[in-house]
């Protein structure tokens, strides 16, 4: 399911696994229990007051899923939590 032919895609994906692949290990070093590891994917969209045509357009059509992006990536995270707490 990852791996799409779009090479640009691809290459996305592939940065961020090593971000999570490094993440693992860093969690590993601190001695987290893996077993309740839990994996999402997060964005962070630009601010609803921002006014580039990404956000514009989100605008027009009333679909906030659709404003510019910040940031992409994955979050790592082990326990109950929902890993926003951070
Ligand atoms: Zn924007």
Redesign the pocket.
């Known amino acids: 399911m990852f791996f799409r032919k779009d090479p640009r895609k691809k290459a996305l994906v592939e940065r961020a696994l090593q971000q999570v692949e490094k993440m693992l290990w860093d969690m590993q070093d601190e001695d987290k229990d893996l077993s309740k590891l839990k994996l999402r994917k997060y964005q962070k969209t ?1 601010f609803t007051s ?3 045509p ?2 514009l357009e989100a605008k027009r059509k009333n679909n906030p899923h659709i ?2 992006i910040l940031e992409d990536g994955f979050k790592v995270y082990v326990g109950e939590g929902t890993g926003d707490e951070d």
Request: charged share 25%; with cysteine.
């Open positions: 630009h921002c006014s580039c990404k956000c404003r510019g």
